[in-house]
């Protein structure tokens, strides 16, 4: 007879297969797909989605779990293996299937009407699906278990170990700072300058950029390839193969840049996951924090440095003449403005975080019953208000901006945040690790950085839950210090106050 551990490793890698012929199927939907194709390949993504959910959540893998989870002689590696594909298929089972399937079809009507309601600035015609996804998501969080807040129980899916009560925590120090300093940067700050960058560049000429930087960061092309799409994402095919996708403004030249970047981070990441974990429910990131981490780190703490600037402005000029007067202290200036803004995704790195501490915590007071679905946008309004001193003129720019609460994604947005602060205190340790480190992005070299992150982050996929890793590589627990230190150093430099 085989043994249960070689037979629950075939299991995962027929997974793992599946999914990979999955993840080459959305990527080609998402950017080199013809139009007429669309409705078929919708189908036989369904067809395969589904297999891939049977086989996860299939006797024979539980059997397996429970046996190989009394076992002591499993490896380190295999152990990690069985507690992370435990804790999915445990939650996947938790939920009464004909209830999913309720709520399946309950999401799609609702995303539907999310959008149409967004394009008519109509929370109204939204409001009942969205009461709906909140329904389901309690429903959910009482069948997963939970021990102090229901919102526990959803946070699970994105950031393991991390709860309702940790984010506050970690919250209230960096809303304290952030909203008079951004208030400060407003009153008193010197906005940089970006006049000079008006004008039309050409996509060529665009990408062209992009893969300097790239190639740079140390992103391996012989391991994955850059496209064009209108919503960037990072798609991990399969081992050896972890493509990116970016959009480039004909008006902008840098937005597409970091977008690239920001990509090319959660890319590194991936590259970086070794072949022994291939197939074992331990390849991937270890929470999509820590995922964000790594993106938001090459994004804005590399990418918008001054030293990083000192490197890319000859490539810049060289690329875009009209940019040829343009000094290296213009241009890290000019990628540095922070503006109070309505819509999250096009926030600075100082606001950013602010977006989603409204959006946290108005999500909690809906899982918990404190917030009713009615008084959403008048909420919405007075907290941009109070954090950002701006105010929506309609829905659409307000409560109906992001997709993800029509489609029951309730828990997801503080993996976003937390990004940004893991990021800071991540950098802050390979600073004191690495000394020299900005003079290495001076002269165009971040293969230290690459190494460091390799090290302590990459090479471990799932092995460790988030705020145990950062543990390790930090001695510390997650905290915003770090980015508040970051920031304002930054910023008060840039802005001269
Ligand atoms: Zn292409
Ligand atoms: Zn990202």
Do not use: C
């Not at 399946?104 to 409001?127: L, P, V």
């Not at 900005?438 to 799932?462: C, M, N, P, V, Y």
């Amino acid at each position: 007879m085989t043994d249960t551990l070689t037979r629950y490793k075939e299991h995962l890698r027929e997974i793992g297969k599946l999914s990979s012929s999955l993840a080459l199927l959305h990527w080609d939907q998402r950017t080199h797909l013809p139009e007429k194709g669309h409705a078929a390949r919708a189908e036989v993504i369904g067809k395969l989605a589904k297999m891939v959910f049977e086989l996860s959540i299939s006797d024979d893998l539980g059997r397996y779990i429970e046996e190989l989870e009394t076992r002591d002689d499993l490896s380190p590696q295999d152990k990690a293996s069985v507690r992370v594909v435990g804790r999915d298929y445990r939650r996947h089972k938790a939920i009464p299937p004909d209830l999913f399937e309720k709520f399946a079809i309950a999401r799609s009507k609702s995303e539907t009407a999310w959008e149409k309601a967004k394009a008519a600035s109509d929370f109204a015609a939204f409001r009942p699906h969205l009461e709906e996804m909140i329904d389901y998501s309690r429903q959910f969080a009482e069948y997963y278990g939970y021990k102090e807040n229901p919102y526990d129980a959803l946070i699970e899916d994105y950031e393991p170990g991390m709860t309702a009560a940790k984010l506050k925590e970690i919250i209230a120090p960096l809303r304290d700072a952030l909203v008079p300093f951004i208030k400060r940067l407003g009153e008193d700050g010197t906005k940089p300058r970006t006049d000079f960058i008006r004008g039309s560049f050409p996509e060529d000429k665009q990408q062209e950029l992009s893969l300097h930087a790239l190639s740079a960061i140390g992103y391996d092309f012989h391991a994955g390839r850059l496209d064009t799409t209108v919503h960037p994402f990072t798609i991990g095919v399969g081992p050896g193969d972890v493509r990116i996708t970016t959009r480039f403004l004909s008006d902008d030249p840098f937005s597409g840049l970091y977008s690239s970047i920001h990509e090319g981070g959660h890319a590194l990441y991936e590259q970086g996951i070794p072949d022994e974990l291939r197939w074992t429910g331990l390849d991937d990131g270890a929470s999509m924090g820590i995922h964000e981490s790594q993106s938001r780190m090459w994004e804005n703490m590399v990418g918008r440095s001054r030293a990083f600037w000192e490197f890319f402005t000859p490539i810049t000029t060289g690329v875009f003449s009209q940019l040829s007067a343009a000094a290296a202290d213009d241009l890290y200036r000019a990628v540095n403005v922070v503006e109070p803004s309505l819509v999250r995704v096009e926030a600075d790195e100082v606001t950013y975080n602010l977006h989603i501490m409204l959006r946290f915590e108005l999500e909690e007071g809906l899982i918990n019953g404190r917030i009713a679905v009615n008084d959403l946008p008048q909420l919405w309004n007075e907290a941009m208000d109070r954090y950002l001193g701006v105010t929506p003129a309609d829905d659409a720019h307000g409560v109906l901006q992001d997709v993800h609460w029509s489609g029951g994604m309730l828990g997801y947005f503080p993996s976003y945040m937390l990004g940004n602060l893991y990021a800071a205190q991540l950098f802050a340790a390979a600073h004191r690790d690495i000394p020299g480190l900005e003079e290495d992005f001076a002269r165009g070299e971040f293969s230290r950085l690459l190494t460091w992150l390799r090290e302590k982050i990459h090479q471990f996929g799932r092995i460790y839950d988030p705020i145990d890793l950062l543990e390790r590589v930090t001695g510390e627990k997650p905290d915003s210090k770090y980015f508040i230190d970051y920031i304002t150093q930054k910023y008060s430099e840039i802005y001269k106050i």
